[in-house]
C-alpha cells in the first residue's frame, strides 16, 4: 500500500489542467467574473475529494509505529521477525494504513479486541509485503463473527463457515477462526490468507482459482494447468493441502495460500510448481524466509 499512487498524481494533474482551461476560456468568452471563481470552487472541491484519503494516510504515516504493535507482531507474525529492515517498514506502514483505511467491527454491538484487529492487519501486511503498489483487493472493511460458525443465513453458532468472501461485500471472519489463525501460526491454517485469496480470485468476476486481475498475463496457461491437476489430486487424496482443497479449483488456490504463508518449506517439497505460480503472484519466497 501506498499513501499516493503516481497514476492518481498524474491522472489529479490532467484533470486540473483540464478544468480550469476551460473555465479560463468560457470566463475570456463570458466575461463574467462569477465563471471564474465557480471554476475555482471546483477545482478545490476536486482537489479535496482526491486528495482525502492521501491526506488521511500520510497523518497514518507520520505518526510512530506503537512499541505495543511492534510486540505484538514480533510475537505472533514468524513472517514479520524474519524479513529485512525495508521490508519491516514497509509491513509496518501496511499495518497503519489498513487500520486507518479500512473498518473491522462486529456483527454485534461492541468493539472487537484490538489484538485481533492488529492480527488481521498483520496478515494484510504479510500478504502485500511483496506486492508494495498493490492496495488490498477488500472495498468494505471486516465485519467479526463472534463463536465459531454461522450458516448461509448468517445465523451465528450454525452451519460451518468460519468466513466468507464476496465481491463488493465486507470480509466476514468468525472470532474463533481469527484466534485459532493467530494462536497456531504454521499449521496451514488461517481463514485471512483464506479468504483474501478468495477475494484476488474473484476480482475478475469469476471464482475458478485464477486471480486474472492481478496476474502476470503470460503465465495464465501455465496457472491454468497446475491448479487443475493439483486440484485434482487434492479431489482424489494425493496432496498435503488435505481433502477441502479438492473441493473446486477456487478452494484450491485458497487453501494453496494459506500453505504459502504458513508451510512453505512443505509447499514447496510436494506441489513445487504451486508454490512457484503463488510465489510469483505475490513477488515473495517465503520457504526461503520462513525456513531460517
Ligand atoms: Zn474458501
Same mark, same amino acid.
Given at each position: ?7 492518481? !498524481?498524474?491522472?489529479? @494533474? @490532467? ?5 480550469? !482551461?476551460?473555465? +479560463? =476560456? ?46 505484538? *507482531? ?27 483505511? #479500512?473498518?473491522?467491527?462486529? *456483527?454485534?454491538? $461492541? ?18 509485503? +511483496?506486492?508494495?503498489?498493490?492496495? %488490498?483487493? =477488500?472495498?468494505? /472493511?471486516? =465485519? ?17 463457515? &468460519? /468466513?466468507?468472501?464476496? @465481491?463488493?461485500?465486507?470480509?466476514? !471472519?468468525?472470532?474463533?477462526?481469527? =484466534? ?5 501460526? $504454521?499449521? /496451514? #491454517? ?6 483474501? &485469496? ?6 475478475? $468476476?469469476?471464482?475458478?482459482?485464477? %486471480? ?15 491448479? +487443475?491437476?493439483?486440484?485434482?489430486? &487434492? ?6 493441502? /488435505? %481433502? ?11 487453501? $494453496? ?7 512453505? !518449506? ?14 510469483? #503472484? ?11
Amino acid at each position: 500500500m501506498q499513501i499516493i499512487y503516481k497514476i492518481d !498524481v498524474i491522472f489529479t @494533474i @490532467i484533470y486540473s489542467i483540464i478544468l480550469l !482551461v476551460t473555465g +479560463g =476560456i468560457l470566463f475570456i468568452f463570458s466575461e463574467k467574473p462569477f465563471i471564474f471563481l465557480i471554476t475555482l470552487l471546483i477545482e478545490l472541491v476536486y482537489l479535496g475529494i482526491v486528495f482525502k484519503t492521501p491526506l488521511r494516510r500520510y497523518r497514518a504515516s507520520k505518526k510512530k509505529f506503537p512499541v505495543e504493535w511492534r510486540e505484538f *507482531v514480533m510475537e505472533n507474525s514468524n513472517f514479520y521477525r524474519v524479513i529485512n529492515d525495508n521490508a519491516k517498514l514497509q509491513f509496518e506502514l501496511d499495518m497503519r494504513l489498513f487500520l486507518t483505511d #479500512f473498518s473491522i467491527r462486529s *456483527v454485534r454491538q $461492541g468493539e472487537v479486541d484490538f489484538a485481533l484487529k492488529l492480527f488481521i492487519a498483520s496478515c494484510f501486511a504479510t500478504i502485500l509485503n +511483496g506486492r508494495p503498489s498493490w492496495e %488490498p483487493p =477488500i472495498k468494505d /472493511g471486516v =465485519i467479526v463473527y463472534p463463536g465459531e460458525t454461522f450458516n448461509r443465513h448468517y445465523e451465528l453458532g450454525k452451519g460451518n463457515r &468460519a /468466513g466468507q468472501a464476496t @465481491i463488493n461485500s465486507p470480509l466476514l !471472519v468468525t472470532e474463533e477462526s481469527l =484466534i485459532k489463525s493467530a494462536q497456531h501460526s $504454521g499449521d /496451514g #491454517f488461517n481463514v485471512i490468507y483464506h479468504e483474501v &485469496a478468495h477475494y484476488f480470485d474473484m476480482e475478475d $468476476g469469476i471464482a475458478e482459482g485464477l %486471480p486474472l486481475a492481478r496476474m502476470n498475463k503470460e503465465s495464465i496457461e501455465k496457472w491454468k494447468s497446475v491448479i +487443475g491437476r493439483e486440484w485434482e489430486n &487434492a479431489f482424489n487424496g494425493n496432496s498435503i493441502l /488435505g %481433502p477441502y482443497a479438492g473441493t473446486n479449483e477456487a478452494e484450491h488456490f485458497a487453501v $494453496g495460500v494459506e500453505f504459502f504463508f504458513e508451510k512453505p !518449506v512443505q509447499l514447496y517439497r510436494y506441489h513445487k510448481e504451486l508454490y512457484e505460480i503463488i510465489s510469483e #503472484f505475490f513477488n515473495l519466497d517465503t520457504r526461503v524466509l520462513l525456513s531460517i
